[in-house]
């Protein structure tokens, strides 16, 4: 492919490119025989589940795997262990070494399922910086003045707002940027949060005399509910550990203002092929219903399998089409120590036994909005005494079920 059409390619569904005049001429070097390029993609394995918003920038390095140049992922096993201070308005608390690499771990099974691993360099930023000395930490250090770094807006402000800011906090973007000299980055994706983490990278890469990187920033991709960016915390992700089923029911259930951003941001549509889908979807030729269905179909056979896309889809339009009962609802028996003299829990409690919520402020808020259901009735006092009976249906918003044994 030349190099012009590369960078076409390369251009959907991001936010911005700088250093693009670079980029160009390491597209025409690999175009003209020279060596791929170096893709760098750095990630902290802070949390054990990935979800689509994870997966932004990881789909821009597969496309880059796709066009023949070389996928660098760096885990940063050794970063961390400090926590990207991007976006947090106080310090974060220190991962320990066990907990970093029990959710590497679980990174590297996640990403096999987006990146080609014939393709993947997998490196661990441990790899050099637990050889470091301290001499050259402090080298690192020296190359970057404090004023710099108070540029960059969230310590800005908590340093106007008097709120601390720990010595290791300033070494997170230096330690980041120092990976793309650790393997001579030709180009670095990171969403638009990490902009300052990238620009350091680049900035390093000079001071060490190294050409700078290219950097592409990819957005954020909001949560399901449409106002926030996609948090698990925020319950309004989709993993893409999640069941078939849950895949396909909680992106039919977005909004069809994020039909645009999900089709090109999640899927491997690419090329004209996306653009006319999404030409078609604007001018009404694709109704957002059918849209979602396509979404839907395109996340679970990315994750799973196209029978599982199939049956996912069957199983919801029988549920919520129709309005019948799906025909896996896991079974559960209340331990009788969680009843009263009388035999009864409290609904709060019964969700929460059954691992229906997080916790029994959630499990209050739900009832409150009115997304819990006892056989079909909605139930509006968390507090209600309930008692279990073999059969009894619990329901929680649309898609999550549970049947007592």
Avoid: C
């Avoid at 795997?65 to 050794?78: K, P, R, S, T, V």
């Avoid at 819990?372 to 009735?377: L, T």
């Amino acid at each position: 492919m030349a190099w012009q059409e590369s960078l076409r390619l390369l251009k959907q569904g991001t936010n911005e490119i700088i250093g693009e005049e670079d980029l160009v001429e390491k597209l025409k070097r690999a175009d003209s025989g020279g060596p791929p390029l170096r893709v760098k993609l750095g990630l902290d394995p802070t949390a054990p589940d990935i979800h689509i918003g994870h997966t932004v920038p990881l789909r821009k390095m597969r496309e880059f795997q796709d066009l023949g140049h070389e996928a660098y992922l760096i885990i940063g096993d050794f970063t961390g262990r400090i926590g990207d201070p991007s976006q947090k308005s106080e310090t974060r608390k220190q991962l320990t070494t066990e907990e970093v690499m029990q959710n590497a771990r679980t990174y590297q099974e996640q990403f096999r399922k987006i990146l080609d691993p014939e393709k993947t360099h997998l490196v661990f930023n441990s790899d050099w910086f637990s050889k470091w000395t301290p001499e050259e930490f402090l080298t690192l250090a020296s190359k970057y003045t404090v004023a710099r770094m108070l540029e960059r807006d969230d310590f800005e402000q908590r340093y106007r707002e008097g709120k601390p800011i720990s010595i290791l906090e300033f070494f997170y973007p230096l330690l980041q940027g120092y990976d793309s000299i650790a393997i001579k980055a030709d180009v670095e994706l990171g969403g638009t949060d990490q902009k300052f983490n990238l620009l350091v990278g680049r900035q390093l890469q000079k001071e060490y005399g190294q050409n700078p990187q290219a950097l592409i920033m990819t957005p954020l991709l909001e949560g399901t509910d449409g106002v926030q960016k996609m948090s698990k915390s925020l319950n309004n992700y989709i993993g893409i550990n999640e069941t078939p089923g849950e895949i396909y029911g909680k992106t039919m259930s977005i909004s069809d203002d994020l039909l645009k951003s999900y089709i090109t941001l999640t899927t491997d549509l690419r090329g004209q092929k996306l653009d006319q889908y999404l030409a078609d979807l604007e001018n009404n030729k694709i109704p957002p219903l059918e849209a979602k269905k396509f979404l839907a179909r395109r996340l679970v056979e990315m994750y799973h399998d196209q029978e599982a896309a199939l049956k996912a889809e069957q199983e919801f339009t029988k549920v919520f089409s129709r309005g019948n009962l799906p025909e896996d609802i896991p079974e559960k028996e209340i331990d009788g120590e969680w009843l009263n003299e009388n035999g009864e829990i409290r609904l709060v409690h019964l969700l929460s036994h059954l691992e229906m919520v997080n916790s029994n402020s959630e499990g209050r808020r739900l009832v409150k909005q009115g997304g819990v259901y006892i056989d079909e009735e909605r139930v509006e006092d968390p507090n209600q005494a309930i008692k279990p009976q073999a059969g009894m249906i619990v329901r929680v918003g649309k898609r999550k079920f549970s049947r007592l044994k």
